[in-house]
């Protein structure tokens, strides 16, 4: 047994060791998540997943000009790599985003804008390999594959960035997680735009009034799991200039805040909060987060080194027996 | 192509309008080629009156009726007969090349430029017939008042052009593989998500009437998406043109 032999199977040993590592990490030591129970484990393994997602994608790419420019097999063995690895992984963050959307929003899909652009990203991916399977020929699969990859990955920009800017708001982190974050939420008017979306939740302001110290707006709600409307009355501290009362959407982990209120104009500022803020500000999650993101890329490298060495391994395979076959 | 000086011009400008020619030498033979066999235009305008035809007798019951979500329903499957007949069409031309082994001296015969650029106009025009049929048949049986037509019609092109856009490449890639009707549908379908999703809202918005401010931002992506695609494909042409 070499030495290079030696070190990989150490090194596999440690990467089971590690990944069991985690997951006992996951249940036993992370605490539960406020207000979302169980449910915010699967964080651990969502996150970790669907990062090295958009990097195995990336290096798809680079892989693929990289083919075009120079013409060597070996580019092509790892845009192929690459891009099942990040198929794969692509795959299990949608499982797992789907799990966790069920158990938080009470609907396995509910065309989010980040779960479109990732399910657009799975089927981008499997037809490149669909692609792959039909050609014959091994120089004219390379090229034109190369060429589909590049010609996919000019339309990601437009998915990525664009389409979830003409919804109005997602139920991802940087809106939902975080209290206080950059997602606007939306201003409902009494007297003008009553209706408004949030999300894919559906909010209507029914009245706007003053019971002493609060401001108690009255808003319909309707949420795609739920088939009858809702009505829920989150409040505003006129002293203290901040959120009061913040009810929870039926069948759902997500708060309506009152984030600003105008009682002579009879308008609110409403918004998405998660319940409880900080996820990693604690340091048992923290450190179980950061070992899990260690331990997935780690299983991405292993499993991209694995796909890229076959590969070539059928190129050499089929190039030494290129002179016993006609010329093209 | 009457000398090897066309062929290799001097300057560049030269060059470019050398290639436009070729281009536009490429799109009469595409149309006289069309013309002859009617092969793409009956397919797609086929396609895209059953279909229409058929939501239609599906919807005239409810169509009349108030329902805050119907300019979204009719825009959606507006979309649908204008992308399903897309398919049916427009890898024809490369197609048609492969199976009757022209592919070859075309090659020889026109920078690989022209070539996608000759194919392109072709495939606008078929395109632009197709919608331009199956929106009025559209608004006729389906009964569909639009607010604004002017924004209906800027709509309806700039996504066309988009569609065309990022077709024209796939349709060339998937000529050089087998299972070719399939495949042409398999890899589109992905990469005009973003301009369908755009579209769909921008034809729902043109429908119920808005101001031109309104409907501004999806005009500029539709329109970003095909100049984007449309560059993309002008530099990756030519390697899938010789592959």
Redesign the interface.
């Known amino acids: 047994m070499t030495l290079s032999q030696r070190t990989s199977d150490g090194a596999k040993l440690l990467l089971g060791v590690w990944m069991g590592g985690v997951v006992i990490a996951m249940f036993a030591i992370v605490p539960e998540y406020v207000g979302l129970g169980d449910a915010g484990r699967i964080i651990i393994m969502h996150v970790p997943t669907a990062w090295i997602t958009t990097i195995a994608f990336l290096i798809s790419a680079a892989a693929s000009i990289r083919y ?1 420019w120079r013409r060597r097999a070996t580019d092509d063995a790892i845009a192929v790599a690459a891009a099942e690895v990040g198929f794969l992984f692509c795959a299990l963050a949608t499982i797992t985003g789907a799990i966790f959307a069920q158990l938080v929003w009470g609907v396995f899909w509910n065309w989010d804008p980040r779960q ?1 652009s990732i399910l ?1 990203l799975l ?2 991916y ?2 490149y390999f ?2 792959r399977s ?3 020929e091994p ?2 699969r390379q ?2 594959a ?3 990859n ?3 990955a ?2 990601m ?3 990525l960035f ?2 979830p800017r ?1 919804a109005d708001s997602t139920l991802h982190p940087t809106c939902a997680f975080v209290q206080g974050s950059r997602c606007a939420g939306v201003t409902l008017e009494r007297d003008g735009a009553r209706i408004k979306q949030l999300g894919d939740i559906i909010v209507a302001l029914e009245s706007l009034e003053r019971r002493g110290d609060l401001a108690v707006a009255r808003v319909e709600v309707r949420t795609p799991g739920l088939t009858e409307v809702v009505v829920l009355e989150p409040s505003y501290d006129l002293n203290a200039a901040a959120p009061a009362d913040r009810p929870t959407f039926p069948g759902q982990q997500f708060m309506l805040a009152v984030k600003a209120v105008d009682l002579t104009r009879g308008t609110a500022l409403v918004n998405i909060e998660a319940p409880g803020t900080g996820l990693l500000s604690n340091q048992r999650t923290l450190w179980t987060f950061m070992a899990a993101n260690i331990g997935f890329l780690g299983l991405a490298i292993w499993l991209y080194r694995l796909r890229a060495g076959l590969i070539l391994l059928e190129e050499r395979i089929r190039l030494r027996g290129a002179p016993h076959e006609l010329p093209a | 192509m009457s000398s090897s000086d066309s062929v290799r011009p001097p300057t560049e400008a030269a060059g470019w309008r050398h290639i436009l020619d070729a281009s536009l030498a490429v799109f009469i033979k595409e149309v006289r080629s069309e013309v002859r066999t009617r092969y793409a235009l009956n397919a797609i305008l086929l396609f895209a009156v059953s279909t229409i035809v058929a939501v239609s007798l599906g919807l005239g019951p409810i169509a009349p009726r108030r329902n805050p979500d119907l300019p979204l329903i009719q825009a959606a499957l507006l979309w649908m007969a204008i992308l399903f007949a897309a398919f049916t069409g427009l890898a024809r031309t490369f197609i048609q090349e492969e199976d009757a082994r022209t592919a070859a001296a075309l090659r020889l015969a026109t920078p690989a430029l022209a070539v996608f650029l000759g194919k392109a106009w072709f495939n606008t025009l078929l395109l632009g017939l197709l919608t331009t049929v199956s929106a009025t048949l559209f608004l006729v049986l389906l009964r569909v008042g639009v607010a604004d037509l002017v924004q209906f019609g800027a709509v309806l092109a700039l996504g066309s052009a988009g569609l065309v856009a990022a077709t024209t490449l796939i349709a060339a890639i998937i000529a050089r593989a087998s299972a070719r009707g399939a495949l042409f549908a398999v890899l589109s379908f992905p990469l005009l998500t973003p301009l369908l999703v755009v579209a769909i809202r921008a034809t729902a918005l043109t429908i119920e009437g808005v101001t031109w401010a309104a409907i501004g931002p999806p005009l500029q992506i539709l329109a970003a998406y095909a100049v984007a695609l449309f560059t993309a494909s002008l530099l990756l042409f030519e390697v899938v043109w010789e592959a």
């Open positions: 075009l479109t657009v089927l981008i499997a037809a669909a692609l039909a050609i014959d120089e004219r090229r034109l190369a060429a589909y590049l010609f996919a000019v339309t920009p437009f998915l664009v389409v003409v």
